[in-house]
């Protein structure tokens, strides 16, 4: 079992940067694709970004794309969301979830390890 704790939530102005992180612990987190996921408040949870275990493949939503980026340190058993010029509708709780040996895919139900989620608010 692998356990994730995400940080780096927070208020934020609207055209400003954040960093999410995710710590992984209790298992080799190089073996793990890692995503991100987030929900707003009365929406589903949706899709963000995607990092294949190996690190050769990624994934954006469409709406983050050329903004977020994701990236990972296998060293410090971290996986990263960076976040700039964010906009008040990336207002959501941030999920990071695993599985092992994973292509890095869009499909929550794919993954079966998640982290308890990190608030990030964009202000307009």
């Known amino acids: 079992q692998v356990r994730l704790v995400e940080s780096g939530g927070g208020l934020v102005q609207a055209g400003g940067s954040l960093r999410l992180s995710c710590a992984a612990s209790?298992?080799?987190?190089?073996?793990?694709?890692m995503g991100w996921f987030r929900q707003a408040p009365g929406k589903e949870r949706e899709f963000v970004s995607a990092?294949?275990?190996?690190?050769?493949?990624?994934d954006y939503a469409d709406s983050v794309k050329g903004r977020f980026t994701i990236s990972r340190d296998n060293a410090k058993n971290t996986g990263y969301l960076q976040m700039n010029s964010v906009k008040p509708e990336d207002t959501a709780v941030y999920y990071c979830?695993?599985?092992?040996w994973g292509r890095g895919s869009s499909l929550d139900y794919e993954y079966d390890h998640w982290g308890q989620g990190t608030q990030v608010t964009v202000s307009a």
């Open positions: 979830a695993a599985v092992v």
């Open positions: 990092i294949s275990w190996s690190g050769g493949r990624t």
């Open positions: 209790g298992h080799v987190f190089s073996q793990y694709a």
